[in-house]
């Protein structure tokens, strides 16, 4: 074999080599990264849940955090009075951020500001698509 035969050689390893090569950097860019940002961006997350935050877990139930247990666990009230613990690998995606007294105001909160839109001319609904009742706002003044 002489030297250029081993150059050819060389050549055509570097040939055979480079869609190989292309193939791996298409799917870093493509499918790594971005998969690795998205891990990162739910660690960071999962790192900042606190108590008040309303989180969605990965079945689909929505819960309002009420206690941190540990670094994995947390205490999450699904009803009034129904509290679960679950592992916080579990959620999904935080709703809302906040603390519970803010919380607490549910629905009731929202219907008082869609009762107030009402009296003020316009036909209030609720989210679901339910009408809210007209509160007489000239009673409420006297």
Do not use: C, W
Not at 50 to 60: A, I
Not at 74 to 83: F, H, P
């Amino acid at each position: 074999m002489g030297a250029g035969e081993r150059a050819a050689a060389a050549a055509d390893f570097l040939v055979q080599l480079f869609p190989l090569i292309l193939i791996f950097v298409v799917f870093y860019f493509l499918l790594i990264r971005p998969q690795q940002a998205k891990v990162k961006a739910q660690r960071e997350m999962l790192g900042g849940v606190k108590r008040g935050d309303r989180v969605v877990t990965g079945g689909g139930i929505i819960g309002l955090v009420t206690k941190v247990i540990s670094d994995n666990e947390l205490q999450v009230e699904l009803a009034e009075g129904v509290r679960v613990r679950i592992i916080k690998q579990t959620i999904t995606d935080i709703v809302t951020r906040g603390e519970i007294g803010a919380r607490r105001q549910g629905i009731g909160g929202r219907r008082q500001a869609h009762a107030a839109a009402a009296g003020a001319g316009g036909r209030a609904q609720e989210p679901a698509g339910q009408p809210v009742r007209r509160q007489e706002v000239a009673a409420k003044d006297k």
